[in-house]
C-alpha cells in the first residue's frame, strides 16, 4: 500500500511501563503504517510538559490513560488546543474524562468543575467514581446511529475493553449537551461511554481503551480512523 503523507501526533500522558496502553501504542503505530498506509511521527508529551498555550505544531493530539495525571492544567490545555483549533483529537480513559472537564469548563462555563479522582470533596464533580470499577473489563458498547463512532465502527454494538473506575457524572449530561456535546455511545445500562463533537472535523473520546483490542497486529477502528485524520491533517498543511 502506498504511504501518504506523515502526520506528526502529540500522544499526551505521562509514559509508564506499568501502563498497559502505553507499552502497546509503538506496535500500533508501526501496524498503522505497515498494514493502512498510515504514517504518524509520533511524540511523547508529558502532561507537565505541556505548555500554557496547548500542543503546537501537531496534526492530531491523542490523550491517553493513565491518571491521576502529573498535570491536570497540562492534559487539558493539550485538549483545548486541538478542541479549538479544528485539530484531530482522540482520548482514551483519562483522555475521555478530562475532554469532559476541559468541555464543562471552558464551554459550559462550568468554573468549578473537577474530577473526583484527584478532587474528591469538590463540589461540582463532572468525572465520578463508576458504580461499578471497569479495571481489566469487558463491556458492551451501545453506539447511535449515524454518529461518528457508528460509522466508524460500521456497527450498532460492540465489546470493548476498558482499565478505569472513574465516568461522567451523568447528572450534567443535559448541560454539555446543550452546548453541543453529543454523547453517543452507552453500555447496557445507559452509562455514557464515548462523546464527541459533530461540528468538529475529528474529536472521539471513549472511555474504553480501544487502543487494547485484539494482539496490536491490527488496529481498532478508531484507532485506525483518528490516524487516518491526522493524515489527512498533514496533507491539508493544516499544522497548529
Known amino acids: ?51 500554557d498555550t496547548g500542543v503546537e505544531g ?10 491521576p495525571y502529573r498535570s491536570e492544567a497540562g492534559a487539558l490545555s493539550a485538549l483545548r488546543t486541538a478542541r479549538e483549533r479544528g485539530v484531530p483529537l482522540l482520548g482514551t480513559c483519562g483522555g475521555f474524562q ?50 461518528r463512532v457508528e460509522q466508524i465502527l460500521g456497527t450498532e454494538r460492540s465489546v470493548e475493553r476498558y482499565h478505569c473506575a472513574y465516568g461522567m457524572n451523568a447528572s450534567y449530561a443535559d448541560t454539555l449537551r446543550a452546548h453541543g456535546m453529543r454523547f453517543t455511545g452507552h453500555d447496557d445500562e445507559g452509562e455514557i461511554r464515548v462523546a464527541e463533537l459533530p461540528e468538529h472535523p475529528f474529536y472521539l473520546v ?14 481498532h477502528p478508531i484507532v485506525r480512523a483518528f490516524a487516518a485524520a491526522a493524515v489527512a491533517h498533514a496533507a491539508r498543511g493544516a499544522t497548529v
Open 98 to 147: 478530562h475532554a469532559l472537564l476541559e468541555y464543562a469548563r471552558h464551554v459550559c462555563g462550568i468554573a468549578g468543575a473537577s474530577n473526583a479522582e484527584t478532587t474528591p470533596d469538590a463540589d461540582q464533580q463532572i468525572v465520578v467514581p463508576l458504580a461499578c470499577s471497569l479495571v481489566g473489563h469487558e463491556g458492551v458498547v451501545l453506539v447511535e446511529p449515524g454518529s
Open 206 to 219: 471513549t472511555l474504553f481503551q480501544p487502543e487494547l483490542a485484539g494482539d496490536g497486529d491490527l488496529c
Open 58 to 67: 501537531f496534526d492530531g493530539v491523542w490523550v491517553l490513560p493513565g491518571t
Open 1 to 51: 500500500m502506498p504511504e501518504t503523507r506523515t502526520a506528526r501526533v502529540a500522544l499526551v500522558g505521562d509514559r509508564s511501563p506499568h501502563v498497559r496502553s502505553h507499552t502497546r501504542i509503538p506496535h500500533l503505530i508501526e501496524t498503522l503504517r505497515a498494514h493502512d498506509g498510515l504514517a504518524l511521527d509520533a511524540y511523547w508529551m508529558a502532561t507537565d510538559d505541556v505548555p
